[in-house]
């Protein structure tokens, strides 16, 4: 069975760079086909789909956010990183990491970690 784990500081200073890792065991993130995305939800909102890495490596991004996320991954470590840049108050959020078949049909989840942008 794949767990994922999230890790990272839960408070996170304006204009500064979040940065999240997602720690997966039970499988590996080179598997063919799989798509290991990053999601939050901030509060009272529902989910949103931040991109995702694919298990050959290529990394995609909601247009939303493409200029700000950059999602990467150190197979050494069986882990993959988020990171978003520039951050304001309005990327509060509980972020998950989840793994599927693509980035909209996520099958395994991580508990998910609260950020918080804050001064």
């Known amino acids: 069975q794949v767990q994922l784990q999230e890790s990272g500081p839960g408070l996170v200073k304006p204009s500064q760079t979040l940065s999240l890792t997602c720690t997966v065991s039970g499988g590996s993130i080179t598997t063919k086909y799989y798509y290991w995305n990053w999601i939050r939800r901030p509060p009272g909102k529902g989910l949103e789909w931040i991109g995702f890495?694919?298990?050959?490596?290529?990394?995609r991004y909601s247009a939303s956010l493409e200029s700000r996320a950059s999602i990467s991954r150190d197979t050494s470590k069986n882990q993959f990183t988020l990171q978003l840049s520039s951050v304001t108050p309005e990327d509060t959020a509980v972020y998950y990491c989840a793994r599927g078949p693509n980035n909209f049909l996520f099958i395994d989840w991580g508990q998910g970690t609260q950020v918080t942008v804050s001064s």
């Open positions: 890495i694919h298990s050959s490596g290529v990394a």
